[in-house]
């Protein structure tokens, strides 16, 4: 399964940003595409996830500020981010839910870096 990640660098506190997340998958294998992140010296941490079926979590520090939408033409997941503060500098992967019949997969994508700074 391949995830394709775009977007990341460098932005300013207060400031937005978007993320995207591209599969080759069809969306009718595709269980939940979503985001995650990893703090310097930290687990990973879900930031936000959606669902087949139209449902999202989200993590408790972005619930306000962060939105993840999809394109199911494009099988592409996108993270708006605003009013980005710097503890949400960080490395943000990309997530999918696979369903091969018999069981189903996890899958990363490589992360890109996200910094928030003055």
């Known amino acids: 399964v391949q995830l394709v990640e775009s977007g990341g660098g460098l932005v300013q506190p207060g400031g937005s940003q978007v993320l995207s997340c591209a599969t080759s998958?069809?969306?009718?294998?595709?269980?939940?595409l979503g985001w995650f992140r990893q703090l310097p010296g930290k687990e990973r941490e879900l930031v936000a996830v959606?669902?087949?079926?139209?449902?999202?979590d989200y993590g408790d520090s972005v619930r306000d500020r962060f939105t993840i939408s999809r394109d199911a033409a494009k099988n592409t997941v996108y993270l708006q981010m605003n009013s980005l503060k710097p503890e949400d500098t960080a490395v943000y992967y990309c997530?999918?839910?696979?369903?091969?019949?018999?069981?189903?997969?996890?899958?990363w994508g490589q992360g890109t870096l996200v910094t928030v700074s003055s």
């Open positions: 998958e069809s969306r009718f294998n595709i269980n939940a």
């Open positions: 959606i669902r087949a079926a139209g449902n999202i």
């Open positions: 997530y999918a839910e696979r369903d091969w019949g018999d069981y189903v997969g996890t899958y």
